[in-house]
């Protein structure tokens, strides 16, 4: 074997079709793939949207049959996932689609496993440490079609799932769970509205920031997210401004793609221990929970990640520049740090669930509760 500093793994999606109108490939990949039978998990307004009829439309003359699961809620929780389980089970599949935001393409990758594990519950492929072990039988085949430019998650195997009762987010995943194939139209994303889109956006720019500083980054998995970051820094502003600039969609939907395969193989950090706990206490939207803590906790990671921060600022153009870069984005869209509110009596609960994480294990500065604390009380506003 090499060397322990020269060896490393590294997991690369199956089949992707990237690129303006690859939507239309859809049915061809069902067909050619003798998915007959297909359920496709959608939020209710892509469905209203009509944007499937066409689609539906073709796999009906070929003899398919399919229909839509449009029940998907932001932030998935246990009983959403449960809902989908079912409506899977009573259908009987031979692949499901997800078309959305990570919302529904998480709630597509969690009911298909559930449904080939034979259980209703994401909690029964869980193991307690972070891990999914449980997960026996291969998931029902999962096409994933992202319509925003931020999770990710259509290139990896992970998906996240809120536990209401225990106001906690769970990461539930395994090579088991990786999608059959994405299909990245970026023209799918040409009618995000601007808020949405900087959420996204910045969701993409964390976990591309967070597995470039990762303690288990390697070369392969750097050349992914420095590559997502640069993307992000030169289209971002572009896709907020001006949503209909196909360019600056392709350049997002890009380096959402890059980031979401980096951080399968190395992990993410701090930020995403913290921010689950955000979604899960208050159902803030994790775009936005992991852009408030962003900055502080960049700073934070300083210590230990020098150098890489270091070519951060030289492509921000100036010693701290990488973090004054994003408080110019910040100031230039009205998101402020401490504009949500969290409760002062859940501080130290969210603190001890964030420093039990899984993310944490990867973060290049190690983090106790003390220090979380602290984190959170500069970056939300406690009431």
């Given at each position: 074997m090499?060397?322990?500093?020269?060896?490393?793994?590294?997991?690369?999606?199956s089949k992707v079709e990237y690129g303006p109108g690859t939507i239309k490939t859809l049915p061809e990949e069902l067909l050619r793939n003798d998915f007959k039978r297909v359920v496709f998990v959608v939020t209710p307004g892509r469905n209203r949207s009509g944007m499937l009829d066409g689609i539906l439309a073709v796999l009906a003359e070929e003899g398919s049959e399919a229909t839509v699961f449009d029940r998907v809620i932001e932030n998935p929780d246990l009983a959403s996932v449960a809902d989908c389980v079912q409506f899977l089970r009573a259908f009987t599949p031979d692949?499901?689609?997800?078309?959305?935001?990570?919302?529904a393409l998480d709630t597509a990758k969690a009911a298909a496993v559930c449904y080939s594990n034979g259980t209703d519950s994401v909690l029964d492929l869980l193991n307690g440490d972070g891990g999914s072990r449980k997960i026996k039988k291969?998931?029902?085949?999962?096409?994933?079609?992202?319509?925003?430019?931020?999770s990710g998650?259509?290139?990896?195997?992970?998906?996240?799932?809120?536990?209401?009762?225990?106001?906690?987010?769970?990461?539930?995943?395994?090579?088991?769970?990786?999608?059959?194939?994405a299909i990245v139209d970026p023209e799918l994303t040409l009618s995000l509205p601007p808020k949405v889109t900087l959420y996204t956006g910045i969701d993409a720019l964390t976990h591309a920031i967070e597995s470039y500083l990762s303690k288990t980054s390697n070369w392969l998995s750097d050349m992914f997210s420095f590559g997502a970051i640069t993307l992000i820094m030169g289209s971002l502003r572009r896709a907020v401004d001006d949503g209909a600039n196909l360019v600056a969609r392709c350049n997002m939907a890009l380096a959402s793609m890059l980031a979401?395969?980096?951080?399968?193989n190395v992990g993410l950090g701090l930020i995403h221990a913290m921010s689950h706990q955000v979604s899960g206490f208050y159902d803030t939207p994790h775009g936005l929970a992991n852009a408030l803590l962003l900055p502080e906790v960049l700073a934070f990671n300083r210590p230990g990640a020098k150098e890489k921060i270091k070519s951060l600022d030289r492509v921000a153009r100036g010693k701290g520049g990488f973090i004054r870069w994003i408080e110019k984005l910040y100031r230039e869209y009205d998101l402020w740090i401490k504009g949500v509110e969290i409760k002062g009596e859940d501080i130290r609960i969210m603190a001890v669930k964030a420093a039990d994480n899984v993310n944490v294990r990867t973060n290049p500065v190690v983090a106790g509760v003390a220090d979380i604390e602290k984190i959170y009380q500069e970056c939300f506003k406690i009431v």
């Open positions: 090499a060397e322990k500093e020269n060896y490393f793994e590294f997991i690369l999606p692949a499901v689609v997800g078309v959305g935001g990570g919302s291969k998931s029902l085949p999962a096409i994933m079609v992202p319509t925003t430019a931020g998650t259509e290139v990896n195997y992970w998906a996240v799932i809120t536990n209401k009762a225990e106001k906690e987010k769970l990461s539930v995943g395994a090579p088991a769970m990786s999608p059959h194939m979401g395969v980096a951080m399968e």
